[in-house]
């Protein structure tokens, strides 16, 4: 994913009604970059040969949430 630069920043702010002074747009942006850098080192775990768990429903349980 490219940096966010400033211009993006100030779309950000102004699509959340967050009010950044000008003077602090380019801290905002490195900060934003580098939480975007750590999440793209998140890797997605690969969930594909995982068997779903039963799930098993006790007839007590059944009663008590109703017809």
Request: aromatic share 0%; charged share 25%.
């Given at each position: ?10 779309a ?44 098993i ?11």
């Amino acid at each position: 994913m490219a940096d966010l630069n400033d211009a993006d920043v100030r779309a950000l702010a102004k699509a959340a009604d967050i009010n950044i002074p000008d003077d602090l747009v380019a801290e905002v942006r490195e900060s934003l970059n580098g939480l975007l850098e750590a999440l793209e080192a998140i890797a997605e775990p690969d969930v594909a040969n995982i068997q779903p768990l039963p799930i098993i429903v006790s007839a007590t349980a059944r009663k008590q949430e109703g017809p």
